[in-house]
């Protein structure tokens, strides 16, 4: 699976959109580009996935670059509870293999 | 519904020791991974089992075995703990449509220290 590069940390207003970029130069043609968070002490959670469409969700938008080299994960209108480690992975098409390989994600901290 | 579910959710051991750790799957899942999370790191895939079989495995020491039951729940063994097994070990359950893995849904972990 392709390596991804994301800042260690970024804040963001309430009420505001929270941009987390993640950089995949490597990324092949048939591998998808994931996103979990893990808040505190809990366990990750799915977010959103995408091939080379932009993708929408209850959650989230995800906005892959034509290049698919990098992407953005955008939450419209950040709360404090989305103060989490976001983790932006990439997974090829492996079938009924579940393995998510995780860096070391982006700190979101969402101010008052 | 339930989702994943994990036991012991903390846990104290000492050096040598063993443990099992145990997961129940949300319903319908038949896939089952462990992850370990040691502090300010991402999870690291241990295992995999699908219909009762190990699919995957990563990079642990044969220190670390699992099994999955016909009810689809499963057990994570460490034996003869080292204090670097101190961790949060996370299950996670997938659906597996048409031979392909969906999204992982992940449990709230068991919190292993080892003293």
């Known amino acids: 699976d392709a390596k991804t590069t994301q800042p260690p940390s970024m804040d963001c207003a309430e009420g505001r959109a929270a941009n987390l970029p993640c950089n995949h130069s490597t990324i092949s043609g048939n591998e998808y580009v994931y996103w979990y968070r893990q808040i505190h002490s809990q366990g990750p959670q799915y977010i959103i996935h995408g091939l080379k469409n932009n993708e929408t969700n209850e959650m989230a938008s995800l906005i892959i670059t034509e290049d698919r080299k990098s992407s953005t994960l955008i939450l419209p209108h950040a709360t404090l509870r989305d103060t989490a480690v976001y983790y932006c992975?990439?997974?090829?098409?492996?079938?009924?293999?579940?393995?998510?390989?995780f860096g070391k994600g982006i700190t979101l901290s969402v101010r008052p | 519904d339930a989702g994943v579910t994990q036991s012991p959710t903390h846990l104290i051991k000492t050096r040598g020791q063993h443990v099992t750790l145990r997961c129940s799957p949300i319903?319908?899942?038949?896939?089952v991974s462990w992850y370990q999370q040691v502090l300010g790191q991402g999870p690291q895939f241990i295992f995999q089992?699908?219909?009762?079989?190990?699919?995957g495995r990563g990079n642990f020491p044969d220190r670390f075995s699992a099994r999955q039951f016909p009810n689809y729940s499963s057990e994570l063994n460490v034996n003869a703990l080292l204090l670097g097994d101190s961790a949060l070990y996370l299950c996670?359950?997938?659906?597996?449509?048409?031979?392909?893995?969906?999204?992982?849904?992940f449990g709230e972990g068991s919190r292993l220290t080892v003293l």
């Open positions: 992975i990439v997974r090829g098409p492996t079938g009924a293999n579940s393995k998510l390989t």
């Open positions: 089992y699908y219909e009762k079989e190990e699919r």
């Open positions: 319903s319908g899942h038949k896939s």
């Open positions: 996670a359950s997938s659906l597996i449509r048409d031979r392909v893995s969906g999204e992982l849904f």
